[in-house]
């Protein structure tokens, strides 16, 4: 029997579980609820935060797992931008999150995936008037999780922007944390202000949340409960890492994005594919104990 197993369940939605029972190691999808990694145990050790509540509820913004942020990440200016003289509402962090996603297979060939799809519709052209397709194959093997993008401009015209980007919630004890990650600077969104990146940040009473700036190397690990580290490593094209967390609550962010936030109002250094073509992008996600 292989050591890699696919399966769905019923809790509220329909969930995928992806098993590597080589190294007690497992994923769950859920493709209802915006695409998102529910939960991400990897030898042995839930790395996500989950509020169950936020998550049965339909219309919530679920508060834990691994939302995908498309075509946006944060928030705009008054939650709206203007595109070539017409302004457009848009929700924080874009339309991804809060759509349903299709499953296109699921495969127990070397790996335990799942590949499903979000493609532009009556709902998304509303805040986002352009047509796409994203197709997500989200992979456990060998003890870690890769998500693997394809950002395509399905449209037949002009050049889409976006910035697209993951919003993952670890477990942790601690709120002041150690990142390895080259940045030597990060802006404070507490205040505007930019600070020196000296190896740690302590987020108890912030807000707003930080961005890790200039960072050559694109991954970062940080230490998360249970006393194991986790490394996360991205595709260049993700510039930035924006670490944020809620007062209380047992969990920090650490967010890969191609973008910072605001970036649809300011439109210096947008991610413009042209019609007809396909970006392709990968995150993996891993742990030591």
């Not at 996500?48 to 691994?66: K, M, S």
Request: hydrophobic share 35%; aromatic share 12%.
């Amino acid at each position: 029997m292989s050591n890699y197993q696919v399966r769905s369940y019923e809790d509220t939605y329909t969930i995928y579980e992806l098993t590597d029972a080589s190294t007690d190691s497992v994923v769950r999808v859920c493709p209802e609820r915006g695409g998102i990694v529910i939960g991400c145990q990897l030898h042995g050790l839930e790395l996500f935060y989950l509020d169950r509540d936020t998550f049965i509820h339909p219309t919530a913004n679920i508060r834990g797992g691994n939302p995908v942020l498309f075509p946006i990440c944060a928030q705009l200016k008054d939650a709206q931008y203007t595109w070539k003289g017409v302004t457009y509402p848009m929700a924080n962090h874009g339309v991804a999150r809060t759509s349903k996603w299709d499953v296109l297979g699921t495969s127990t060939e070397g790996e335990a995936s799942i590949t499903i799809a979000l493609r532009s519709n009556e709902t998304t052209r509303q805040s986002y008037p352009f047509d796409f397709e994203l197709i997500f194959t989200y992979a456990l093997v060998d003890g870690k999780l890769d998500i693997r993008q394809q950002y395509t401009n399905t449209g037949s015209g002009e050049a889409m922007p976006f910035y697209a980007g993951f919003h993952p919630y670890f477990n942790t004890d601690t709120k002041k944390i150690a990142y390895e990650i080259d940045a030597t600077r990060y802006l404070d969104l507490n205040d505007n202000n930019e600070y020196p990146y000296e190896g740690v940040i302590d987020l108890t009473g912030k807000v707003e949340s930080l961005t890790l700036l200039d960072a050559k190397t694109p991954s970062v690990s940080f230490p998360v409960s249970g006393g194991a580290k986790v490394t996360m490593s991205y595709d260049p094209i993700f510039k930035y890492v924006v670490v944020w967390h809620v007062e209380g609550k047992p969990f920090i962010c650490v967010e890969p994005w191609m973008a910072s936030t605001g970036e649809l109002n300011r439109q210096e250094e947008l991610v413009m594919l042209d019609a007809g073509q396909s970006l392709n992008a990968n995150l993996t996600i891993s742990c030591d104990r």
